[in-house]
């Protein structure tokens, strides 16, 4: 135990659910205990309980690495600031300031997603940035906008579930995405009110068996269909709020004509869910009693993940749950800061407080607080997997703070090629994700247990991140990183390295925006306080967004009429399956951190695919055999996992593993017209058996 050690009171370093728990340094490390508290309950899964061998694992990164030829050199810090300063500089003399990138992510606590923004408009001056919560929250994100007004992903807080009658899970399988979540459950359970939608039978899915819950199995992309398909039936059969309706939003009229093609047999034909259960799906969410619409990935990520989302909200204002008490819509947003970091500055087109970055009345108050005229601000830029099909022609360098965009982006070789023809790939990060092994420079940078700031979970609530343990030596805070290379390339505005005076700076930046943190510090969150915003100043929070009214001018939400955009082809051949792909309980995203934890490795040692077992036999494979997965883009091996948990048509990959087995090897880089979302949970893929086995990854050795 070093001097610099103290028992913190924090949060897993993980996903949005923002477990509390508690850090008490030991000898050679630090342990984890859970902390009782309103979303975790005192529960936390497997990574929660194994995060802090992080902290210690022996491939930690503790110098700046330089490429040099095929290999890495150990550099000292001074140089390696230096070095990407000035090749920084020159880019922007030769190019223009647009020439330099940059990609953040939603790991990120506030106080550097903020800094991360700013860092890119006034000190880079470009308007080149975006980060990995495009493939995220992007699609509910521009749905909530739309509908709402405002975009928090849960606009009220988890325990309000426990009440719940009917939850409605669409494309979400919080069983093994935030194993605790599911304790707010239970009365749903009972009740015999989970449904759940998903091609597979997920974890989630098996909780509808007890309580006589409802699972729909869809053919997956056809969750728009199957909406307007619930819509039609609410307003065919008068299940629609009539008070509420004409109260609280706009747009009824043109929904209901555009409802009227999506009869139940025409939706059963398109989807696979028979009419019966469409029938009570919609009859069971129209009782009285407290239901909950919720959206996860599973329908968000396509290229209609915005309609999609949509028509979840509209099917919600339809029965006016959301903004009454013991009801609502929301979506379960992903990353540990998944929240927080889609509201100071990282989006393309956005600035902190979740202002608008083309709003001259927002780029005034900003720039002010800056300290920098508002005409100097870049506008917008371009969404991330944009700016990274930019990469080599109009942007020639590319810093990189929390992503491992190789493994978790679509169509991730050609990611890889773009990445190679860059002049400068700068990654942050603690250990050497498959991104950094690709950079020419690589800076290590604290961790989680390490470091104090502020996350914003699931339910818009800012909780306090608190350190435990001292740094290694050599790993230095990306605050301090920002710092220096502002200094070096004579930025103007100041450039704090202390996290609660760079969230004091983000509280008065985001003053008067949508999310307002003005009336928080770390001071004050350090009281215990319960803060979920908007938090102005002298308020006290808002736990409960919508009771009154929603965020448009007229206070009413919109009903915005959707409808299917693409054609459908079906699978054809025998071997074409339709590949969806999604998480494990055991890894967390492109498992750069979770495949480093020996517990959580063996558990889920290599990639497996689930297929249906009348599929296995027409392609002659048995459980546990190798098979490969094809198409136009590349080529994956997996090992056979033989589930009926599946549809006959589908193919599930986790996309958790690196090199060949890559899932993102296989996925396109289609985007949502609305969002930039890539369609990540549909992809044509041919499968057979293949004679050898898969690469099986082992751990790198502590
Ligand atoms: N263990 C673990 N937990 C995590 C993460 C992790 O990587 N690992 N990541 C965190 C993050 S960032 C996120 S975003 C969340 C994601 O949390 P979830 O949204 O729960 O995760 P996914 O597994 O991506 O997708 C959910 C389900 O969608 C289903 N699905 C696939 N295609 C379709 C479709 O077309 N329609 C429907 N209805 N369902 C479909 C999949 O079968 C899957 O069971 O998890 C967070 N928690
Ligand atoms: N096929 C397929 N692909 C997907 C998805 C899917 O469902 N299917 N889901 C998508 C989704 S929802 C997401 S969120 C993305 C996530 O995918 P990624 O963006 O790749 O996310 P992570 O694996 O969490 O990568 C985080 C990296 O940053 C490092 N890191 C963690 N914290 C910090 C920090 O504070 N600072 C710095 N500098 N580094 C840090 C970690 O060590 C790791 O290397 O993947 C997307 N890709
Ligand atoms: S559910 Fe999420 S926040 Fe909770 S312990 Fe697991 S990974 Fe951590
Ligand atoms: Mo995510």
């Known amino acids: 135990m070093t001097a610099d050690a103290a028992i913190a009171d924090t949060h897993c370093p993980y996903c949005a659910l923002q477990c509390a728990m508690r850090l008490t340094p ?4 630090a342990r984890v205990d859970a902390r009782e508290f309103p979303t975790n309950r005192g529960g936390l899964c497997k990574k929660g309980w194994t995060a802090a061998e992080l902290l210690t694992r022996g491939d930690r990164l503790t110098a700046p690495l330089r490429r040099n030829g095929d290999r890495f050199e150990e550099i000292g810090w001074g140089e390696a600031l230096d070095e990407v300063a000035g090749t920084l500089r020159a880019l922007r003399r030769t190019h223009g300031a647009d020439a330099v990138g940059v990609f953040g992510g939603g790991g990120l606590t506030n106080e550097k997603a903020y800094q991360l923004g700013k860092f890119a408009r006034v000190a880079l ?17 521009a749905a909530g906008n739309r509908a709402f007004g405002i975009d928090r992903g849960l606009p009220f807080p988890v325990a309000d579930l426990d009440e719940a009658h009917t939850v409605l899970l669409l494309g979400s399988n919080v069983a093994a995405t935030m194993p605790p979540f599911i304790r707010h459950l239970s009365r749903a359970r009972e009740r015999g009110g989970l449904i759940v939608v998903d091609p597979r039978r997920s974890e989630t899915a098996r909780l509808t068996d007890e309580g006589g819950g409802i699972h729909l199995q869809p053919a997956p992309g056809t969750d728009l ?19 509420y309706i004409p109260q609280r939003t706009v747009g009824f009229d043109a929904l209901r004509v555009s409802a009227n093609a999506w009869w139940p047999e025409r939706v059963q034909q398109m989807t696979g869910v028979p009419v019966p259960l469409l029938r009570s799906v919609a009859r069971r969410l129209a009782e009285n009693g407290g239901t909950y619409i919720l959206t996860g990935r599973g329908v968000e990520q396509h290229v209609d993940g915005t309609d999609t989302a949509t028509a979840a909200i509209n099917l919600a204002l339809l029965l006016g749950l959301p903004g009454t008490p013991g009801n609502g819509y929301g979506t379960l947003t992903g990353q540990g800061n998944g929240q927080g970091g889609r509201e100071h500055g990282q989006k393309c087109d956005q600035l902190p407080g979740y202002r608008k970055i083309t709003d001259p009345a927002a780029r005034a108050h900003v720039a002010r607080v800056w300290g920098v005229p508002a005409d100097s601000l870049p506008g917008p830029g371009v969404p991330a997997l944009e700016l990274l099909d930019l990469l080599g022609d109009e942007v020639h360098a590319l810093l990189v703070h929390g992503s491992n965009v190789v493994v978790s982006a679509p169509d991730a070789d050609s990611v890889a090629q773009r990445l190679g023809r860059l002049q400068l790939l700068v990654v942050c990060d603690f250990f050497l994700s498959e991104t950094a092994q690709l950079a020419d420079v690589v800076l290590p940078v604290t961790q989680w247990g390490e470091e104090e700031g502020t996350m914003t979970s699931l339910e818009g609530r800012v909780l306090r991140r608190r350190r435990a343990l001292a740094a290694p030596a050599g790993a230095r805070s990306e605050l301090w990183i920002m710092s220096e290379l502002a200094r070096r390339l004579d930025a103007p505005g100041t450039w704090s390295t202390d996290p609660a005076e760079v969230f004091d700076e983000l509280a008065l930046a985001s003053e008067g925006g949508p999310a307002d943190y003005s009336g928080l510090s770390h001071e004050l969150l350090d009281t215990g306080l319960t803060a979920h915003w908007p938090f102005p100043r002298g308020s006290r929070g808002t736990p409960r967004l919508f009771e009154e009214r929603f965020a448009h001018d007229d206070g009413r939400a919109r009903l915005v009429v959707v409808h299917p955009r693409r054609e459908r082809s079906e699978p054809s051949g025998a071997a074409d399956l339709t590949l969806i792909t999604g998480r494990l309980l ?11 934890v020996p517990e959580l490795l063996a558990a889920r040692p290599e990639l497996t695919a689930q297929l249906h077992p009348a599929t296995a036999v027409r392609l002659g494979v048995s459980d546990g055999d190798p098979i490969e997965l094809r198409n136009t883009r590349g080529a994956v091996r997996a090992r056979a996992e033989v589930t009926t948990g599946i549809r006959h048509d589908t193919v599930f990959l986790p996309f958790h593993y690196p090199g060949d087995a890559r899932a993102n090897l296989l996925t396109e880089g289609v985007t949502d017209p609305i969002s930039a979302m890539p369609e990540f949970k549909r992809t044509r893929v041919s499968v057979r058996a293949a004679s050898d086995t898969p690469v099986v990854e082992t751990a790198v050795s502590r």
């Open 26 to 29: 030991q000898r050679d490390g």
């Open 225 to 243: 269909v199957l909406i307007l398909g619930l819509i039609h039936i609410v307003i065919a059969e008068g299940l629609a709020d009539e008070g």
């Open 586 to 596: 055991e890894h967390y995203q492109s498992g750069a951190q979770t495949r480093r």
């Open 125 to 141: 001056g470009t308007s080149r940035i975006d980060y990995n919560g495009r493939f995220c929250m992007s699609s509910a994100a």
